[in-house]
Structures are given as structure tokens and as C-alpha cells.
Nanobody, 114 residues
Framework: QVQLVESGGGLVQPGGSLRLSCAAS????????MGWYRQAPGKQRELVAT???????NYADAVKGRFTISRDNAKNTVYLQMNSLKPEDTAVYYC????????WGQGTQVTVSS
């Protein structure tokens, strides 16, 4: 059974930082391309960042220079370091794993507000 379990969300003030983690099980993690997506209320789910199985990264323009995606294959975990957070970053953040099939986590809420 595949499980992607996100953690690290919460409430943070504008300009603050959070680090999201996604622990994977049931997949051969090192082979999977991993990603973070987000969905704000009333909006479609959108790509935030991806990291391939060879550690090549890609970012949405809205987060470039502020967010960093990384992976630890020994821990079957992908991370999203989020700095200089803005109110418009408020969303539910989802972890994604993709190879032959695609899997999603349950999401973690990030709220940026003063």
C-alpha cells in the first residue's frame, strides 16, 4: 500500500519560514519523481516544485528564489523549504510521487497571516 504522509504545515507570519516533509512508503522512492503542489480555496491545484529521480529541480515562477525542494533517498522523504512566505502562499500543500503511476498525499495546511 502506497502512503505519502505530509507534515510541517501550520500558521506562520508573512516573511516567515516553514519546512514541509513528505515521508513515502510502498514505492521505490529513489526511482520516483517527486513534487509539491498546492491548492488555495476556490482555485485549482497548481505545481509548486518538482524534483526528478536524478535530483533535477523545477519551480513555479511564484516561488522561485523563496522555496527549495530536496530529497533524501535514504529516508524516503522529500522536503519543501519555504522562506519569505507571503499571504498568497496560503493553501493546502500536497506531496506527489510519479513514475508509472501517480500518487498523492492527504495534504497539509499552510496559512500565512499576521
Amino acid at each position: 500500500q502506497v502512503q505519502l504522509v505530509e507534515s510541517g504545515g501550520g500558521l506562520v507570519q508573512p516573511g516567515g519560514s516553514l519546512r514541509l516533509s513528505c515521508a513515502a512508503s510502498g514505492i521505490i522512492f529513489r526511482l520516483n519523481h517527486m513534487g509539491w503542489y498546492r491548492q488555495a480555496p476556490g482555485k485549482q491545484r497548481e505545481l509548486v516544485a518538482t524534483i526528478t529521480n536524478s535530483a533535477l529541480t523545477n519551480y513555479a515562477d511564484a516561488v522561485k528564489g523563496r522555496f527549495t525542494i530536496s530529497r533524501d533517498n535514504a529516508k524516503n522523504t522529500v522536503y519543501l523549504q519555504m522562506n519569505s512566505l507571503k499571504p498568497e502562499d496560503t493553501a493546502v500543500y500536497y506531496c506527489n510521487a510519479k513514475l508509472v503511476r501517480e500518487f498523492w498525499g492527504q495534504g497539509t495546511q499552510v496559512t500565512v497571516s499576521s
